[in-house]
């Protein structure tokens, strides 16, 4: 069984994925993964440290951590995809 996800799906032209297939290989995306994201996940850390209180929060603060990294993973595998 595959999976059909039809609630947030994206299409984008050849253009847009070209475009964004040319920003991956930029050196301000490299920055960005690289450094700004990591960052990132050092505040929402930060933040289940100082404000989580059980379990719920524990799993909200993974889940905007994975969500951060999935966009970076998403963002690659469109470039990807436009250099074959």
Do not use: C, H
Request: no cysteine; glycine share 6%; hydrophobic share 35%.
């Amino acid at each position: 069984m595959t999976k059909d996800n039809k609630l947030g799906t994206l299409k984008l032209s050849a253009s847009e994925t070209a475009a964004i297939a040319t920003m991956v290989d930029s050196p301000g995306f490299k920055v960005w993964s690289q450094k700004i994201m990591p960052n990132r996940e050092i505040k929402i850390a930060g933040a289940l440290i100082n404000t989580g209180q059980d379990e719920k929060d524990l799993w909200y603060f993974k889940g905007r951590s994975v969500e951060n990294s999935d966009v970076v993973n998403e963002l690659k595998s469109i470039a990807k995809k436009e250099e074959s």
